[in-house]
Structure formats: C-alpha cells, structure tokens
C-alpha cells in the first residue's frame, strides 16, 4: 500500500484485517478500535467490521482512500446488513429443518410467526441477544434457533435460574424437541453436590455412548464457578450451543477479563464454545435500567469485537470525572446514538409486545396514593430528620441506620408500615390496616372483589398478585390475610422449587385461593401466571425499572389475550415518589435504546393508562 499523499489516510483488507496508513498523531482513534501498530510495516492494523471502518470514516471523511480489496468486502457487508435488516423487520420467515423434523415447534410457532423470524436471526448471527420482551416466548425461538442452525447436535448447555430449569426448559424441550437427551443438572430432591456431580458424569457417558444424538444439560450458572472445583468437567467440555437465559442476572457485572465481575460472570467467561457453535443471551430486560450494563451481554457473545468496556464506553457513551479522578460513565453521547444503534442490529434482536401481538391489550398501570397511618408516618419522619426511629412494642428503643443507603432502604420500608421490634438482630414489618396505610387500600381493594370482608358477601372471580421488594413485609401481610381468613399462597426466596411449581400450577389452575404474595425478585422470572389473574399490586419499587417489568410480565404474557391492571401503591409525600421519578427516568432511557431506535414510542405505552 503506497502513501503517496500525508494528508490522505489509506485503508486496505490484507490478510482478514484493515491496515492502515495515517498521518501521525491520530493515535487515539485506532486505539479506541483495539487497532495494533506495526512498527516495521509503520502500519496500524484494526478489526475488519463495519463499525470499525464507520468510526474511521467519521473520524477521516473524505481523507480517507479506500483500497480495492476492502472496497468490494465492504460492499458485500452493507448488502448483507441490508439483507438482516429485512428479515428483522419480517413478520415471518422460512425455517426448513424445524418443519422438517420437529413439526409440534413448527406449528406452535405458526401461531406467532415472529418466533420464526427470531430463529432465523439466530441461524444468521451465531452469537445474538434475543431481547424480546417478556412473555413473547423467547425460549421457543432459541430452541429452533439451534436446529436451524445445524447446531441440534453434541452437547448443548442450558444455564438458567434455578427456578425455571424444570418448569420451563426441561418443559418446553421434551415437549418440542423430544428427539433430544435432556438432563437437569439440579435433582429434585435431597440436592447434594455429589448428586450434581452424578447426574452431570451421567449424562457426558450417555452421550459418549450416543453421539449422534443431541445432549441438552439444564444447570444454573452457579455451577460453573471457577472457584468451586466441584464441576470443572462443565469447563472443559466444547459445548456445541450454550443458552444463557435471564442473563441479566449474570451477565450486566461482567467489564472485560481485566476487570472487576463476578465470580459467575467470570467463570461463564471461560465456557468452550465449538468453532461453528452457537451463543444465545435471553433476557427481555438486558440493560438493568443503564446502557452501560449492555457491555456484560456482547463482551460474552462476541469477546473477539467487544474486547474492552472502556473503549466501547469512550465511543458510544458520555464519559466524565469526578473529583476523585474516576471515571464517570453516563448514557450514549447524543452524537454517537446512531453509530450506537447501527451496532446493535447485527447482533441484537428486540420486538415488544405491541409490534408482533397487537390484539394483546397494553398493560393498563394506575398509582394509587395512600395515606400513611400516624403511628407509620411517626416513624418515617423520624427516619427521615435524624436517621433513627422509635419501634413499636419497645420504649426508648431506636433503629438507627448508618449512611445514606441505610437511611433510604428504611425510608421504603417506613413508606410501606410502621415496623416493630422482636428478640432478634432485625426489626420486623407490621403489615395492617392499622399500622400502613398502602394495606389499608390492600383491603379495600380485595373486599370490593369478593375475596375479603364478609364471608356472605364473598364470590367466586379472577386471581390477584399481590408483590413486595421486602420478604418481611410479604410474611406481614400473610399473616394478615390470615387473621382475616383470605386463603392465599406466596413465593419468596425461601420457597423451594418443587413447592414453586406446586403453587405455580395451583395458581394456574380454577378454583382455589385468589391472592399470591410474591417477593419481587424471587417471583419475578420464569413463571407464567395468566390463566385467571389481571391484576397485580405493586407495594414498593425497587430502583430498576426492569424487576417491576418483569414481575408485570408474568401476567402480561400472548398465551392468553386479556387486559392486565397493574396497581402501584406510593405513600404520599415520600420516597416512593421520588423512586417512581428515577424508575420512570430509567426506563425512558433504555426504552430508547431497546425500541426507540426502530421508532417504536414505549414512553407512551409506559405511561398509558397511569392515574394520580
């Protein structure tokens, strides 16, 4: 490549990579591209990748002088960009090995033909992020995604909550692909390390012994931390396909291999994937309410292009310092938001409910504002002036909380009821219509339904979920319903799996009781809960946007065409209503990355329906 002008930047694909020759001084923007110098050719050499030679080209415009070789692959990419972003926006598409073999998937997915279109970007990009939103059955699209991809062969891996190994995948497998050999990692009962360590021991001699036939191993991500030596098999297999469902959860810490994560993001890092393998992210909330964690999910899906957080932080998103010198990372830069989006289409794959399922009613929200109770808003405004209040049932005993944090997770349980103490470390939520003001409504609200007040005056009707951040306050309010005999079930994280399922199913099924209590959390995945429930209260939010539309989407889901309610209880004049401002805020944000970039207007259908 000559350089016969040094004012001119000459660009040429030489063995798979671009090589450059530039002027001096333009160090950074080839290092923003993990471009390497070639000190004997005097050459910067970069990735060969379309957002790569568009960051070149803002950075050079017309200084830039294309070789012929990079000339006709990049023509070939734009065509093949433009061929993606067809098919992405397809309400169908032709999937020849599922209907070849696996016709209840064919025909389960010809009721929802934008399933189709997901298996086939799957097939396409090898290594995707299916971000549809929850409830649109994103698990279907990854198992045909697979057998279209000629990757339905060898070992697959399966990491999921320990909550929906059985209910949803083993599930949804052997009813859609029961040509497979399918093994939960996690037995049932009595689980004990060396059960685990069997089962998986068992399934790799299976398949040494059937290696025609596909192998699906269902286990949570926990089992493949580096620092437990307990099943360093998982590490060392080449997996044909890994799935990472709600990948959120263990994904959104990960920075680079460099950088501070967890030690299951870590470990997931280290997973052997087949040279022609397949790598599927699901989650319907992939951003946990900031742009930044994105970086978690791509670095895992393609760690050869997202090598570095803070080069792909530098380029797309606002980067400041504070006055301790760290670095600051904001949102995308408003001039950087369309080469931000651009990136995203190839290996990024998100439609909401109203784009593909649009006889599905938008979810109808409405905030309640609810008047603490004087013994309740006591304790509040002390909490709230000097960082400690008095307890119920104890004279000149205070809680006291230390540091800002402290104070503001007090302040949410004050907002939600006065608290007492017991002879225990913690204080304990005093969930009635005496003492929280949110439980108060509670009751107004199930007595006009037929499920409270008087036993004459009690009917037959639709279920309601009724949901808490605070286990305590959840355990509180059952005893409650108790002692006003309203028959309920609940799920917290102390629920086992198998009990889980059982309430699960019982809730899913007519008749019995009409109330589920569910922690936030330990409810909020994996779980369908829509066969007779279209409401749901929300006690209190917690600061990510996406636990509040993950429990919604529970109920919110196409397996069932209905109108779902969701109930927003604030206290009045409290950090409710602040928490509801910075969860709104949040969500715009990545509403905008997620959707706005295809011109679909969530802001609006976010705020549809809310009542003050």
Request: proline share 3%; net charge negative; hydrophobic share 40%.
């Amino acid at each position: 490549m000559e350089y016969e002008d040094e004012d001119k930047v000459y660009l040429e694909l030489v063995d798979g990579q671009i090589h450059v020759k530039a002027p001096y001084g333009w160090s950074g923007v080839f290092r923003r591209n993990g471009g390497k110098w070639d000190k004997d050719k005097s050459t910067w050499i970069v990735r060969a990748d379309m957002t790569v030679c568009r960051d070149l080209r803002s950075a050079f415009g017309k200084r830039l002088v294309i070789g012929p070789a990079l000339n006709v692959w990049a023509r070939l990419e734009v065509a093949k960009e433009l061929e993606l972003k067809a098919l992405t926006l397809s309400h169908s598409a032709e999937l020849e090995k599922v209907g070849v073999n696996h016709a209840n998937l064919a025909n389960a997915m010809a009721n929802r033909t934008y399933q189709q279109v997901g298996a086939k970007f799957i097939e396409q990009q090898r290594r995707v992020l299916i971000a549809d939103e929850p409830g649109l059955g994103k698990t279907l699209e990854a198992i045909a995604g697979l057998i279209e991809s000629d990757c339905w062969r060898g070992l697959i891996l399966v990491c999921a909550p320990l909550t929906s190994l059985r209910p949803v995948w083993e599930t949804e497998l052997k009813r859609f692909a029961s040509d497979a050999h399918i093994t939960v990692g996690v037995p049932a009962h009595h689980d004990t390390v060396w059960e685990r360590q069997e089962i998986v021991a068992q399934h790799i001699e299976h398949f040494i012994e059937n290696v025609e036939q596909p192998h699906v191993l269902i286990i949570n991500p926990e089992m493949v931390r580096r620092s437990d030596p307990q099943f360093p098999i998982l590490m060392e297999l080449e997996w044909q396909a890994i799935i990472m469902d709600e990948s959120h959860l263990y994904l959104s810490g990960i920075k680079s291999a460099k950088e501070n994560q967890t030690k299951t993001g870590k470990a997931l890092m280290g997973l052997k994937l087949a040279s022609d393998g397949v790598k599927i992210a699901l989650s319907g909330t992939p951003m946990r309410g900031k742009t930044r964690n994105l970086w978690g999910t791509l670095h895992w899906l393609r760690p050869n292009e997202y090598t570095s957080f803070w080069r792909w932080a530098d380029r797309y998103l606002i980067m400041t310092s504070n006055r301790y010198s760290s670095h600051v990372v904001g949102e995308i830069h408003p001039w950087r938001k369309d080469a931000f989006y651009q990136s995203l289409d190839g290996i990024m794959l998100r439609r909401t409910k109203a784009e593909v399922v649009k006889e599905l009613p938008p979810k109808q929200r409405i905030e309640i504002f609810c008047d603490m109770t004087d013994r309740q808003e006591q304790m509040y405004r002390q909490m709230e002036t000097k960082a400690s209040a008095e307890l119920i049932d104890m004279e000149d005993e205070e809680l006291t909380a230390i540091g800002v944090l402290a104070v503001m997770t007090r302040l949410k349980q004050f907002a939600d009821c006065a608290w007492r103490n017991v002879e225990s470390p913690k204080p304990v939520a005093l969930f009635r219509p005496d003492t929280s003001g949110k439980c108060g409504v509670i009751e107004e609200m199930l007595v006009e339904r037929g499920i409270a007040g008087n036993k004459d005056e009690r009917i037959e009707g639709n279920k309601i979920v009724i949901a808490s951040q605070f286990t305590q306050v959840i355990d509180s309010l059952g005893e409650w319903l108790d002692a006003i005999k309203v028959d309920h079930m609940k799920i917290t994280g102390s629920v086992s799996e198998q009990q889980r399922v059982a309430i699960t199913a019982a809730f899913q099924s007519q008749g019995g009781p009409r109330v589920l209590l569910m922690n936030t959390r330990a409810g909020g995945v994996s779980i369908t809960l829509d066969a007779y429930c279209d409401e749901v209260i929300i006690i209190d939010e917690t600061w990510t946007p996406d636990d509040q539309e993950q429990l919604e989407d529970r109920i919110h889901r196409v397996s069932r065409i209905h109108q779902v309610t969701v109930y927003y209880l604030r206290a009045k004049d409290s950090i409710d209503e602040y928490i509801a401002a910075k969860t709104l805020s949040k969500d715009t944000i990545q509403k905008e990355v997620l959707d706005g970039r295809r011109g679909v207007d969530n802001l609006i259908l976010a705020i549809a329906g809310k009542v003050r």
